[in-house]
């Protein structure tokens, strides 16, 4: 589900699939949707790489973070039994 501000909703995404489908250029479905065409693109590619998958909002969320720091109380964080035995802390 997507939020109520979204650019992209699960219509709109159809809608650019489709009319990818009848032939329409790129950059008439850009100016048609208006959003850019880095976008459309990565829509059509996901689209023709997966499927009706492919149409599925997703998250923007990274899957890795590299310069955060862990959280000091997290329970990762924590000794454990085997580390305490071999000294390690």
């Known amino acids: 589900m997507s939020h109520g501000r979204a650019r992209l909703t699960v219509c709109s995404r159809r809608l650019i699939v489709q009319r990818h489908q009848t032939g329409w250029k ?3 479905i850009v100016a048609a ?5 880095k976008c459309i693109k990565t829509l059509i590619d996901r689209y023709a ?3 009706e998958a492919g149409r599925a909002a997703r998250s923007s969320r990274p899957y890795t973070m590299p310069t955060r ?5 997290h329970p990762s964080n ?3 039994a085997t580390s305490l035995k071999a000294g390690y802390s």
């Open 26 to 28: 790129q950059a008439h």
């Open 33 to 37: 949707i208006a959003v850019s065409r």
């Open 49 to 51: 790489a997966e499927g």
């Open 69 to 73: 720091r862990a959280f000091a109380g």
């Open 78 to 80: 924590q000794p454990t």
